[in-house]
């Protein structure tokens, strides 16, 4: 990474994976699968997972996979790059020569986190490793920018969003006008640039930041306004937002300078598709939607809705083309599960012995016929122990 001044029009060039995913006709991903049961219009799916051939992972029956990288070792194709430990949120950008790269962070504490990148050729062979963040802590989940740059979270009392060059060019940039809080992931509204943010507490609120201005279709993420939700509803409801007037959290805790701003609780990914953004919480085991034009947020899915709950411990989410909602789980069966726009619930993905990690950074390429994710502490349990995954197949 040189130290050249970040300049967020030099990735524009770089379009985030969502916008690239191929159109794939819905029944060869569910072909062979069957209803189980319903709840209102909701339909449980169980689809045939099988062996993939890469020990500890299940895909449905044609699908294929391999092993990108484990932690503490060389990246395959890749000279010169260990892997870090504790791979976490991830996303992928598009890039000229028609490859891509999978940027994944790292959720290590104490100054030992940052992101890592995988760059692909076309034809989808790994072709560099590199850092594009180092000497941060709890990477955990963030989000990726339709200016081509990626949005890395820390998740700590005092942390920051970091803006992040995919190819390693530029050196990342902290935003502490986003807030210094307990963040977890970040989505972009590609209409208004408007960032909205989640907070891993168990009091966590959902946060919106403007942008103070906006030139040649980049935002200046050094100023602006960070706000805070307030829904009001019992659970959905109409939305208003109140501004956070010390955004360093100094004087009082974000989450608690608006008094009747909404908790959520653990608030975990987000993702923005379709004037939709979507996050999800893992304290009450959901999954929400925020309708940008009308002020709204909706209940996507709670676990209360069917017994026993195909989805639970929800984490970082994802949303291919067509609609479909893709929730890594931390915990549960350890499974990637869909809920797709019939609202039908399948997994497809599962991982087996490695029940003392958790799946993160499911994000597609931009032909959305691969899928990359992570076991951040794979078999062994352990941070050291990440494992990170190619699943490729004809997805919804």
């Known amino acids: ?71 503490g070792a060389p990246v395959p194709g890749a000279e010169g790059y260990t892997w870090h430990a504790a791979p976490d949120g991830g996303a992928t950008f598009a890039t000229e020569d028609g490859g891509w790269i999978y940027v994944s962070n790292s959720e290590i504490n104490n100054g030992g986190g940052g992101v890592g990148a995988l760059r692909f050729d076309a034809g989808g062979n790994v072709i560099a490793a590199y850092p594009i963040l180092s000497n941060t802590s709890r990477n955990c989940a963030g989000g990726p920018t339709p200016w081509g740059t990626w949005l890395s ?14 190819y390693g060019e530029q050196a990342a940039r902290a935003l502490p006008a986003l807030g210094q809080f307990m963040h977890e992931a970040a989505a972009v509204d590609p209409r208004t640039l408007q960032i909205y943010m989640t907070e891993d507490r168990r009091d966590g609120r959902f946060y919106r930041f403007t942008p103070a201005a906006v030139n040649d279709g980049i935002p200046d993420l050094t100023d602006g306004v960070l706000e805070v939700a307030k829904v009001h509803g019992a659970v959905e409801g109409d939305v208003t937002w109140h501004r956070i007037e010390d955004v360093t959290g100094g004087s009082r805790p974000t989450r608690h300078q608006v008094d009747d701003s909404t908790a959520f609780s ?31 947020m909706l209940l996507v899915y709670d676990d209360d809705m069917l017994s026993p709950a195909i989805l639970t411990g929800v984490d970082n989410v994802t949303v291919s083309q067509q609609g479909t909602i893709y929730v890594a789980e931390d915990g549960g069966n350890m499974e990637i599960v869909a809920i797709d726009p019939e609202q039908r619930i399948f997994p497809v993905v599962r991982l087996m012995g490695q029940q003392e990690s958790e799946i993160t950074g499911p994000a597609f390429d931009p032909s959305g016929t691969r899928l990359y994710f992570s076991s951040q502490r794979g078999f062994s349990g352990e941070s050291s122990g990440g494992i990170t995954y190619e699943v490729s197949g004809p997805f919804v």
């Not at 069957?34 to 299940?58: E, N, Y």
């Not at 979270?153 to 995919?166: A, R």
């Open 266 to 296: 653990g608030g975990e990914g987000a993702w923005h598709a379709d004037g939709m953004v979507y996050f999800t919480t893992k304290g009450d085991n959901r999954i929400w939607a925020y309708d940008i034009d009308n002020a709204r």
């Open 1 to 71: 990474m040189t130290d050249r001044p970040f300049d967020p029009a030099r990735r524009r060039v770089l379009g985030y994976g969502l916008a690239g995913l191929g159109m794939i006709a819905c029944g060869k991903l569910l072909s062979g699968c069957r209803v189980k049961s319903t709840f209102g219009d909701r339909k449980v799916i169980s689809s045939d997972l099988v062996d993939s051939g890469v020990a500890g992972l299940l895909v449905p029956r044609g699908f294929s996979a391999r092993v990108l990288a484990t932690s």
């Open 153 to 166: 979270c820390e998740e700590i009392d005092s942390g920051q969003v970091w803006e992040c060059d995919p």
